[in-house]
């Protein structure tokens, strides 16, 4: 991402919203709003906004995966269907 065309001064946000969020949404870009020449805000597209989220969250259940299985709170296979099936006889419908 070229930073150059990405950084706009809130007064342009202000000034040309719509054109900001419709150059968002046509080239999933994201623009960083200053404001008194500090980075203050990020405007994103919806869906990649989401698609980031979507994947933090992965990255997150991975990370707590890997320390979980390197603490050895982890079983085989075997065990874990072994533990499902029995949860499952024990459920009354």
């Not at 994201?30 to 994103?44: D, H, P």
């Not at 969250?57 to 296979?77: F, P, T």
């Amino acid at each position: 991402m070229k930073f150059s065309k990405a950084v706009k001064p809130i007064s342009y946000l202000k000034s040309k919203t719509a054109d900001a969020i419709r150059e968002v949404n046509e080239n999933h870009a994201v623009m960083v709003i200053t404001q008194n020449g500090e980075a203050k805000a990020v405007l994103q597209d919806i869906t990649d906004y989401e698609q980031t989220q979507e994947s933090l969250a992965l990255m997150k259940i991975m990370s707590q995966s890997i320390s979980s299985y390197q603490k050895g709170r982890h079983k085989s296979a075997r065990q874990a269907l072994s533990s499902v099936r029995k949860r499952i006889k024990g459920v009354e419908y």
